[in-house]
Nanobody, 116 residues
């Protein structure tokens, strides 16, 4: 079973930037399409961005397109989400997992709070 550990969240002012990182154990990570999901209070978890196993294709939700950039380093088994021009509506707990999926247990997530 792959374990996922998210980090990099924090409190930032609107318009600021953060870089989230997801570290995975296990070799099956290397062939999986991975994504970042987020869950705001009182809302369902949603997929915001995903990346192919080789890192050559990415998809973004309309709400983050042009502001978030997803990348992965398979040698380090990490998936990173660079977030800029943050808005208050980006406030949520962010998680990584497979896409489509998820098929692995959720990690603890990392809290992103954007103050306006």
């Amino acid at each position: 079973q792959v374990q996922l550990v998210e980090s990099g969240g924090g409190l930032v002012q609107a318009g600021g930037s953060l870089r989230l990182s997801c570290a995975a154990t296990g070799n099956t990570f290397l062939i999986k399409r991975m994504g970042w999901y987020r869950q705001a209070p009182g809302k369902p978890r949603e997929l915001v961005a995903d990346i192919s196993g080789g890192g050559d294709t990415t998809n973004y939700a309309d709400s983050v397109k042009g502001r978030f950039t997803l990348s992965r380093d398979n040698a380090k088994k990490t998936v990173s989400l660079e977030m800029s021009s943050l808005k208050s509506e980006d406030t949520a707990v962010y998680y990584c997992n497979t896409v489509p999926g998820p098929i692995w247990n959720w990690g603890q997530g990392t809290q992103v709070t954007v103050s306006s």
